[in-house]
């Protein structure tokens, strides 16, 4: 990006609206699979700021995602802003602002991000700055393992809410990750002949003893 284009960016850029946007997500808790009110607070913020906002249901009716476009008029290639609403099933934390940093649950993720997504769309319209292509943003329920399944992010790929290039604001500050170790989730069930029994009265050989368990929890962990 060149000077110009990205001074004109930096002094579009509100502060204090880019932080109430995020305090108003982060202050509607939404644990995966729960996502329906922050979801509705969302679509309230940027249809306020004058975007069409779409909902689709995207395979999870209880809570349809946010979709919005801003398109510059001209042909050419889309870019899109994603992120997911929901967050860890930890105790909710309310939001605030303290010495310069944002508390509250989900605030790096990736509320925070979110934020930061429906800024960079404000200042992209209003600086008028985009000469060709479209920007659109979603956001979505389902992200968190092991609660969610990632069926809603999924659905709305399969359903074309996709762009050429995505952008994805979780938490690294400063860097910009152009590649991820991944996830896997293993479900491991164990069995052995018998009645159920209590680990401290079978006596060796009889239930799933330290040892065995021992074993065991080193085979698991011992894949990589
Ligand atoms: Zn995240």
Excluded at 4 to 11: A, G
Excluded at 155 to 173: M, W
Aim: charged residues 25%; proline residues 5%.
């Amino acid at each position: 990006m060149d000077n110009y284009l990205q001074k004109k960016l930096n002094e579009a850029v509100q502060i204090e609206r880019l932080i109430d946007t995020a305090v108003k997500l982060i202050g509607i808790p939404s644990p995966t699979l729960s996502t329906k009110s922050v979801a509705d607070k969302l679509a309230e913020i940027l249809e306020e700021d004058d975007f069409r906002v779409k909902r689709p249901e995207a395979n999870w009716p209880e809570s349809p995602a946010v979709f919005v476009t801003y398109d510059s008029g001209q042909p050419g290639r889309t870019l899109q802003f994603d992120g997911h609403l929901d967050t860890v099933h930890l105790p909710y934390v309310e939001p605030r602002v303290e010495k310069g940093k944002l508390y509250g649950s989900g605030a790096s993720d990736m509320k925070g991000g979110i934020a930061a997504m429906c800024e960079a769309l404000r200042i992209i319209r209003d600086t008028g700055l985009l000469k060709s292509g479209k920007i659109i943003l979603t956001a979505h329920d389902h992200h968190e393992a092991p609660w969610g399944d990632g069926r809603q992010v999924k659905a709305l790929i399969e359903e074309g809410f996709v762009g050429d290039g995505v952008l994805i604001p979780e938490y690294h500050c400063e860097s910009l990750p152009v590649l991820g170790r991944g996830m896997a989730i293993l479900e491991v069930s164990i069995m052995r002949e018998g009645l159920p029994v209590h680990e401290v009265q079978g006596g060796t050989g009889t239930t799933l003893s330290h040892s065995s368990r021992s074993k065991s929890h080193h085979q698991v962990y011992g894949i990589k």
